[in-house]
């Protein structure tokens, strides 16, 4: 993939940030489930809120080859704190640039593009979560604003998020047709935030559930035409499972950048752990999973640059990296031994923060589906 220089320098700087100012809070992240405000404090200076809010409004306005480019440098940090600037810069703020009026982009754009406000993106819910065409969150229209009933779980970002983009239906009967999308601002009269949920890992990412009692929505916050939300959501995911592979592809580097390390340093039998075939061969494996994986990323970035819609390849891209992620990441427990198990090691930390990556924004499964449906569709 051709990046320009600017983009080319953006990971630059990228990198040396996560090295100096990521890394070495991760294991406070890790242990207090929260992101230092200091470093949220950093990253807002740097623009990495404003990375896909396009130039007129505040931000970088990378395309999806540049954002992709900074995932890839993001995989090889804290996994919670690449989620909030992911999470932020992908699913919470494209939909809205997308679909938004030019008044809904010059509220709510310029402060997102500078993180003083957090978006993130509200679609799955107690019965509807691998099918979002169930979502029961419903949308009436009263005089000058929407009504909004039902609830949200597993919310990324929405601990601390100031801008939601909620999806609900406006008009059953239509089926996926009648689904909207909203801009919900915290702090609307009957719109609640839950608790932080308990995680197995993404820590510092805070995931919650949401509820709205008739919340009032002014009917400008309406995301493009009624019914226009469904589809929006899966362009949206759409891009969202290319930039998840792509940040898979950055742990994959990481991991297989440490397992090279140790197998270098560490003595077994009087002989490095780099000298035994065994272990060769299992990290030859690593290194073509993670190539293959950021071919297959490549591909779909491809796609959807020229204007095609990359359903096929963005789905192929997701499953891929994150199964791979899988094994590459239990390849790197097992030959760092006993060391790979403790915390003091940091693999463990990314073994849990990798398993999500093959249930958030579709599972794998759901990604098998589409994929079918699409060679199915094609033949």
């Avoid at 993106?121 to 929407?146: C, M, Q, W």
């Avoid at 899966?234 to 990481?254: F, H, N, Q, S």
């Avoid at 290194?287 to 963005?314: K, M, N, P, W, Y």
């Amino acid at each position: 993939m051709n990046l320009t220089p600017e983009v080319v320098s953006l990971c630059q700087e990228v990198r040396r940030f996560i090295r100096k100012e990521v890394d070495p809070r991760s294991r406070w992240i890790e242990e207090n489930d929260a992101i230092p405000e200091e470093l949220m404090r950093m990253a807002r200076e740097m623009g990495l809120f404003g990375l896909t809010v396009p130039e007129p409004y505040g931000g970088i306005g990378l395309d999806l080859a540049g954002k992709c480019a900074i995932e890839e440098e993001m995989g090889r940090t804290n996994y919670g704190f690449a989620t909030v600037i992911g999470n932020h810069t992908g699913i919470g703020t494209t939909g809205i640039v997308a679909l938004g009026s030019e008044a809904l982009k010059r509220k709510y754009l310029p402060r997102m593009a500078t993180g003083e406000w957090v978006g993130c993106f509200a679609l799955t819910e107690p019965h509807a979560g691998s099918n979002p065409a169930d979502i029961r969150t419903t949308a009436v229209r009263k005089g000058d604003r929407y009504l909004l009933n039902g609830e949200k779980i597993y919310t990324t970002n929405g601990g601390i998020a100031r801008v939601f983009t909620v999806m609900a239906v406006t008009d059953k009967a239509k089926g996926i047709k009648g689904i909207s999308a909203f801009i919900v601002e915290r702090g609307f009269p009957g719109f609640s935030i839950g608790r932080n949920e308990l995680k197995m890992g993404m820590h510092g990412c805070t995931t919650a559930p949401l509820a709205f009692t008739d919340c009032e929505v002014p009917a400008e916050n309406l995301l493009g035409a009624e019914g226009a939300g469904y589809v929006q959501a899966l362009k949206t995911l759409t891009m969202g499972r290319v930039t998840i592979a792509a940040r898979a592809c950055g742990m994959m580097d990481k991991l297989i950048e440490r397992s090279v390390d140790y197998m270098k340093t560490r003595v077994q039998a009087g002989k490095k752990l780099a000298e035994f075939q065994g272990l060769q061969w299992m990290l030859a494996d690593m290194g073509v999973a993670r190539d293959a994986s950021r071919l297959l990323t490549q591909r779909a970035i491809e796609a959807i640059l020229r204007g095609e819609r990359g359903t096929l390849e963005a789905s192929a891209a997701k499953l891929y990296a994150t199964e791979a992620l899988g094994k590459v990441v239990d390849s790197a427990v097992q030959i760092h031994g006993g060391m790979g198990y403790m915390r003091e090691a940091g693999i463990e930390t990314m073994y849990r923060d990798a398993r999500i990556s093959r249930i958030y924004e579709g599972s794998s499964e759901i990604q098998r589906n589409i994929i079918a449906a699409q060679l199915l569709k094609d033949e």
